[in-house]
C-alpha cells in the first residue's frame, strides 16, 4: 500500500503537466510500478500515447483515476478533440487540463455528469461509472447471461456491466462480484481502455485479481448444481458432473465457492470429496470375455454387462484425472494370469475386477471381495479399498449391503497389487437384474466404484 493524501495531490498535478506531453521513448519498462503481468497492456498504452509514467519514473499502479484523468484517457482513446475550452460544466473550467477531453465527452453523449449539472473532476472514478464511461464509448451493444453477485439482474448497471464483460473487457472477480462502488487504480482502468482498444487483451475469466485456490476437490454426486450465491434458493448458473476437478477459492459454511472449467458459483459442499494429490494408475478388470460369458439370467450376460460397467468406471477415473489400465476393451478372454500381468507391466497399483452374482431367486445386493492369509500391508490396503468401494456401491445401487468379504480367487490372490473383486449385483434377482438393465444404474455403479477407488486414494494419502 502506498500512503495517499498530500503526495497524490502533487502527482495529480505534476500528471497534468505529463498528459499535455509526448510519449517520447518512455515504455514500461523504463518506467517502474508497473505490474508485471500486465506490462503488455501497459507499453501497448504508453505507444498509442494513452498513458505515461510520472517523473519519479514509477508508473503508480495502485492510484487513482480521477474523473478528469478518464476523461483524458477515454478522449485519446477515442481520438476526441482535446484542445482546453469552456464547458456546460459549471465546476470544469476552461483553463482544467482536461476541460476539452471533458466538453468532447459530453458532446459525444459519452459522459452527462450528475444530476445536479456537475461533472466533480476530482472525484475518484468507481469500477460502476468505468462501465457507464467504456461502455457508452466503445458503444457495445453485445450481452450474455453472465451474472454477478453483487449487482441485480434487474438494475440499470447489470446491463452495463454485462456488455464489459460480454466484450471481454472486465469479467468482475473471481469470487462472482463485479465491486461497483469500489475505487478504481490506474492499473485496472488502464486494462479495460487496453482491452477496450486492442482485441489481444480481452479476457475471458476473472484475471483481474486471481483469488487464491484453497483446494482441489472432486464432484462425487451424479451432477452438481452450480447456484450464483450460497443457498439452495439462488439462481441456477450451470451445472458439473461426477469426477468433474473444482478449484475451491472461499467457504460460506456449507456452501464452497468454486471454478470448474469456465463454470464459476457457489456448491454444496456434501457432494465434493478431496482430490488426491497424485495421478494413481489403476487397472479394471471386467470379468469374463468371449468364450467365458459368466452368469446369464433375466436377460443379462454378465460379461457384457460387467465390460459397459468397467468402460464408464474408467471414463469417470480419467476425468477426475487417474490413470487407468484396462486388462480388456472389448469381447475377448484374457487368462486369469494374463489379467495381473497386464496390470502388473502396465505399473498399476491397484487392480479392480468387476463382476456380476448369480444364485437361487432370492439372493440379491453387492459384495465386495479382499484376499488375506496373512497380515501384510498389501491385503490390509485390499481389505481397505474393498470397503471404500461397496461403501459407494450399496448406497448408489439402491441394494441390499452384503459387506466385504476375504476371498480366494486368482485375481486378488496371485498379484503384488492392491486387488479386489466386486460383485454389483444379483443377475438372478429379479430387482438387481431390472436395475443392472438400466443405464441409470450402470451409471450409478461405475461411479460408485470410482470414487471409492478415490476414497482409498485419499486415505492412503
Ligand atoms: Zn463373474
Do not use: C
Amino acid at each position: 500500500m502506498r500512503g495517499k493524501g498530500l503526495r497524490y495531490a502533487v502527482v495529480v498535478l505534476v500528471a497534468v503537466l505529463l498528459l499535455s506531453m509526448g510519449a517520447g521513448s518512455v515504455s514500461a519498462d523504463t518506467v517502474t510500478g508497473v505490474p508485471g503481468k500486465y506490462s503488455k497492456e501497459i507499453n501497448y498504452l504508453i505507444s498509442e500515447n494513452i498513458i505515461q509514467g510520472y517523473p519519479d519514473g514509477d508508473f503508480h499502479g495502485d492510484d487513482k483515476v480521477t474523473r478528469a484523468q478518464a476523461a483524458v484517457m477515454v478522449g485519446r482513446m477515442l481520438g476526441l478533440p482535446g484542445e482546453k475550452r469552456s464547458t456546460d460544466f459549471p465546476d470544469v473550467d476552461k483553463g482544467l487540463y482536461a476541460s476539452g477531453y471533458i466538453q468532447s465527452a459530453k458532446d459525444k453523449g459519452i459522459i452527462t455528469g450528475f444530476p445536479e449539472g456537475d461533472y466533480r473532476p476530482n472525484k475518484s472514478m468507481t469500477r460502476a461509472e468505468m462501465a457507464y464511461l467504456i461502455v457508452k464509448a466503445l458503444r457495445l451493444e453485445a450481452k450474455s447471461d453472465v451474472t454477478f453477485t453483487d449487482i441485480p439482474k434487474s438494475s440499470k448497471l447489470y446491463d452495463y456491466v454485462n456488455k464489459l464483460s460480454t466484450a471481454g473487457i472486465s469479467e468482475g472477480f473471481p469470487s462472482g462480484e463485479y465491486k461497483p462502488d469500489r475505487i478504481i487504480s490506474r492499473t485496472e482502468f488502464s486494462l479495460f481502455v487496453a482491452r477496450g482498444m486492442n482485441k489481444e487483451f480481452k479476457v475471458s475469466s476473472g484475471t483481474e485479481e486471481p483469488m487464491e485456490v484453497l483446494e482441489k476437490q472432486i464432484v462425487t454426486a451424479d451432477f452438481l448444481n452450480v447456484r450464483n450465491g450460497a443457498g439452495s434458493n439462488n439462481q441456477i448458473v450451470g451445472k458439473i458432473y461426477t469426477g468433474d476437478t473444482v478449484s475451491v477459492y472461499k467457504k460460506e459454511g456449507s456452501w464452497y465457492y468454486i471454478s470448474s472449467d469456465n463454470i464459476k458459483g457457489y456448491v454444496h459442499s456434501a457432494y465434493l470429496m478431496d482430490k488426491p494429490s497424485k495421478t494413481y494408475k489403476v487397472a479394471i478388470d471386467p470379468g469374463h470375455g468371449e468364450r467365458d460369458p459368466g452368469a446369464s439370467a433375466n436377460g443379462i450376460v454378465e460379461k457384457e454387462l460387467v465390460l459397459d460397467v468397467s468402460k464408464k468406471t474408467r471414463e469417470y477415473l480419467e476425468n477426475a484425472g487417474m490413470d487407468v489400465v484396462m486388462t480388456r476393451q472389448s469381447d475377448w478372454y484374457p487368462s486369469l494370469s494374463g489379467r495381473v500381468a497386464i496390470a502388473e507391466r502396465n505399473n498399476a497399483t491397484e487392480f479392480v475386477s468387476i463382476h456380476a452374482n448369480a444364485a437361487s431367486e432370492g439372493a440379491n445386493g453387492v459384495e465386495t471381495f479382499y484376499y488375506a492369509s496373512g497380515m501384510s500391508s498389501r491385503e490390509f490396503n485390499s481389505y481397505k479399498l474393498a470397503k471404500f468401494i461397496n461403501e459407494r456401491l450399496y448406497k448408489e445401487m439402491d441394494m441390499t449391503d452384503r459387506g466385504v468379504k476375504n476371498g480366494n480367487f486368482h485375481v486378488i490372490r496371485e498379484t503384488s497389487l492392491t486387488a479386489v473383486l466386486t460383485e454389483i449385483g444379483f443377475l438372478t434377482n429379479k430387482e438387481d437384474a431390472g436395475k443392472l438393465k438400466t443405464q441409470h444404474y450402470r451409471e450409478a455403479a461405475a461411479r460408485a466404484i470410482a470414487l471409492g477407488v478415490m476414497d482409498y486414494y485419499n486415505w492412503k494419502e
